[in-house]
């Protein structure tokens, strides 16, 4: 892996399958958009399991769940300070206030059902990956790895995914390919361990292998590929 290619992060990569001309927009134009309600609720649980699992490498407990739902609640405080969309329909102090809710709950089941399930190793450590044939690098963060060498991605949502969210995600072979270049051998398996906003727990499980890191490399060469033409 050459040091001087440059790169793209899982994210950018995701929003350019989505939609090209938004991806124009954001990484050609230096357009950003604000973040909508649903994704500040995302990353405010998110921004909540990283801070119990990076203490736990060294400490082996969790955090209590009343400190859990404080920092998710404190998290979600910090994002409106910030820009942001709303549905013109609703009501700004009513969406903040349901986004609230929904992620302190979260956090509560998160204490109760998700976090002892974990002893990480390894939290938030941005990894660069070689892509083999690609004119570009792949780099990102890696979120969790655990003793059991399982790479899991926090998430909250709506409603229930699916097995083929998981089997199909870009985004956990990014994971995988960011594991096997940390450590040198591949995930035990990767996971999707999910909140929805119902307050249920599932938990997708997946494996990623050489045929998979070459997919994510085929992908990147076709998203080069488009942008040069």
């Given at each position: 892996?050459?040091?001087?290619?440059?790169?793209?992060?899982?994210?950018?990569?995701?929003?350019?399958?989505?939609?090209?001309?938004?991806?124009?927009?954001?990484?050609?134009?230096?357009?950003?958009?604000?973040?909508?309600?649903?994704?500040?609720?995302?990353?405010?649980?998110?921004?909540?399991?990283?801070?119990?699992?990076?203490?736990?490498?060294?400490?082996?407990?969790?955090l209590l769940e009343s400190d859990l739902m404080d920092l998710a609640a404190e998290a979600i405080n910090n994002a409106r300070r910030g820009e942001?969309?709303?549905?013109?329909?609703?009501?700004?102090?009513?969406?903040?206030?349901?986004?609230?809710?929904?992620?302190?709950?979260?956090?509560?089941?998160?204490?109760?059902?998700?976090?002892?399930?974990?002893?990480?190793?390894?939290?938030?450590?941005t990894i660069k990956i070689g892509l083999p044939g690609a004119s570009h690098d792949a780099m990102g963060i890696l979120d969790m790895v655990d003793?059991?060498?399982?790479?899991?991605?926090?998430?909250?949502?709506?409603?229930?995914?699916?097995?083929?969210?998981?089997?199909?995600?870009?985004?956990?072979?990014?994971?995988?390919?960011?594991?096997?270049?940390?450590?040198?051998?591949?995930?035990?398996?990767?996971?999707?361990?999910?909140?929805?906003?119902?307050?249920?727990?599932?938990?997708?499980?997946?494996?990623?292998?050489?045929?998979?890191?070459?997919?994510?490399?085929?992908?990147?060469?076709?998203?080069?590929?488009?942008?040069?033409?």
């Amino acid at each position: 892996m050459s040091d001087h290619k440059p790169h793209l992060s899982p994210s950018s990569i995701g929003l350019f399958l989505r939609c090209g001309e938004a991806w124009r927009r954001r990484y050609v134009e230096n357009e950003k958009i604000p973040p909508g309600i649903k994704q500040i609720r995302g990353s405010a649980y998110h921004a909540m399991a990283a801070v119990n699992f990076r203490q736990k490498i060294n400490s082996h407990s969790d955090l209590l769940e009343s400190d859990l739902m404080d920092l998710a609640a404190e998290a979600i405080n910090n994002a409106r300070r910030g820009e942001w969309q709303h549905d013109e329909a609703t009501d700004p102090k009513d969406a903040w206030a349901e986004a609230k809710d929904e992620v302190v709950n979260a956090a509560s089941v998160f204490a109760r059902q998700v976090s002892a399930d974990y002893q990480p190793i390894l939290v938030e450590e941005t990894i660069k990956i070689g892509l083999p044939g690609a004119s570009h690098d792949a780099m990102g963060i890696l979120d969790m790895v655990d003793d059991r060498q399982r790479v899991t991605d926090h998430k909250t949502a709506q409603k229930a995914k699916s097995q083929q969210e998981a089997d199909a995600s870009l985004q956990l072979s990014f994971y995988a390919a960011a594991h096997r270049a940390r450590y040198g051998i591949d995930p035990s398996e990767v996971r999707l361990d999910v909140v929805t906003t119902g307050g249920k727990r599932q938990v997708l499980r997946s494996t990623r292998g050489y045929s998979d890191f070459q997919r994510l490399a085929d992908v990147v060469n076709v998203m080069l590929a488009s942008i040069a033409a």
